[in-house]
């Protein structure tokens, strides 16, 4: 019995969808997508205490995405300042004598335990200058 030529189609399709998968180029268990794959590169940084909620701020330019973050007292929390800009910047948090900077394309890395700051909003800027007057700026809530 010959099986029509539509059936042929679908078994080719279905072996070189599944050949792509396993094959170079392709993905599976044992290998990830490389489309789009990044590699990030953490500067040191100091670590205040263990690890807990990782809060990301991108800064693609003169403002901080997020702008509004929230946090809770006694919270740990690892806060990354992800720089995809051309430009170096900083994110600044008087209320918690926090700065943390990151050069064009880095990620600086900063856990930390929001232990002594009482519940209220906190002014987050960028200290390098003239980048907080261009609007770079956010608030920490603390509940």
Not at 6 to 33: E, I, K, M, N, Y
Not at 51 to 66: E, Q, S
Not at 113 to 138: D, K, L, R
Request: some cysteine; glycine content about 12%; charged content about 15%.
């Amino acid at each position: 019995m010959m099986w029509p030529v539509r059936r042929w189609a679908h078994l080719v399709a279905a072996l070189l969808v599944a050949s792509c998968a396993r094959g170079s180029g392709g993905f599976g268990p044992d290998r990830p997508p490389t489309t789009g794959a990044r590699t990030e590169r953490a500067s040191p940084t100091p670590t205040a205490a263990g690890p807990g909620r990782k809060l990301t701020v991108t800064t693609p330019g003169f403002y901080f995405d997020p702008s509004d973050i929230e946090v809770h007292t006694n919270e740990t929390v690892v806060l990354e300042l992800h720089n995809t800009d051309a430009r170096q910047h900083a994110l600044d948090v008087d209320g918690f004598n926090l700065h943390m900077l990151a050069n064009p394309g880095e990620t600086t890395r900063l856990t930390i335990t929001i232990s002594a700051a009482p519940g209220g909003v906190y002014h987050m800027y960028c200290s390098i200058p003239g980048h907080e007057g261009n609007g770079q700026t956010g608030t920490i809530r603390v509940t």
